[in-house]
């Protein structure tokens, strides 16, 4: 089984702008959650989709959001780039359906915001 | 905030040593997981133990948990170069019909061959 994918897994942008990260799940998993992780604030909880449907949200503002496809594939949104976003996105997949599910990380796709 | 959190920061041995890495969290758990993290890519699930089980074993890897203490800690024994990473500890707290895994900062173990 191929695993979570991401891309890009490099990018540059600059404060303003806005970035979508895309995430493609191992295949038959249906929650797809992302996270922040930089280094003084370590790993945060994004958001997490389950069936299109956004199920779990952390403590982000609004400029942070997501989406996911039928085919359980997720886009994650930043707006108005601040230089503080700079750090790495993770996402990762899991079946969704158990309380102990172990989920399955992508490599991460690396925002660096000038 | 971060609901685990783990001791030491950072860890430097030498290959063959045992590690052994704790990890404290404030609230009540579902389970608990390890999680290994190899230079800013991608996090590999270790080893999940439940709020019922004390001790689990996996290779070379044994995981405790103390729920009065709210405590758990990883063991690595005889560590090799390739164990080098950041490995990080996950609670579950309930929302919005499933568990939210919330992260430690985790511990940098460094061993040198």
């Known amino acids: 089984k191929a695993g979570v994918t991401q891309t890009p897994r490099y990018l540059i942008k600059t404060r303003g702008q806005q970035v979508t990260l895309s995430c493609s799940p191992i295949?038959?998993?249906?929650?797809v959650s992302w996270y922040q992780q930089t280094p003084g604030q370590g790993l945060q909880f994004l958001f997490e989709?389950?069936?299109?449907?956004?199920?779990n949200k952390g403590n982000f503002p609004g400029r942070f959001s997501g989406r996911q496809f039928s085919n359980s594939r997720s886009e994650m949104n930043v707006s108005t780039l601040e230089l503080g976003d700079s750090a790495l996105y993770l996402c990762a997949s899991s079946t969704g359906t158990s309380g102990t599910d172990t989920q399955y990380f992508g490599p991460g796709t690396r925002l660096t915001v000038l | 905030s971060q609901q685990g959190e783990e001791d030491p920061q950072a860890l430097s041995i030498q290959e063959g040593e045992n590690a052994t890495m704790n990890c404290s969290y404030k609230?009540?758990?579902?389970?608990l997981q390890w999680y290994r993290q190899n230079s800013g890519r991608g996090l590999v699930h270790l080893i999940l133990?439940?709020?019922?089980?004390r001790e689990k074993h996996s290779g070379r890897l044994r995981v405790t948990l103390d729920t009065s203490k709210k405590s758990s800690s990883l063991l690595i024994t005889a560590s090799r170069a390739a164990d080098t990473a950041s490995y990080f500890c996950?609670?579950?707290?309930?929302?919005?019909?499933?568990?939210?895994?919330?992260f430690g900062r985790g511990t940098s173990l460094i061993v040198h061959p």
């Open positions: 996950a609670t579950e707290s309930l929302g919005g019909g499933s568990y939210i895994p919330t």
């Open positions: 609230t009540s758990i579902n389970n």
């Open positions: 295949s038959g998993h249906r929650s």
């Open positions: 133990i439940r709020s019922n089980e």
């Open positions: 989709y389950f069936s299109e449907t956004q199920r």
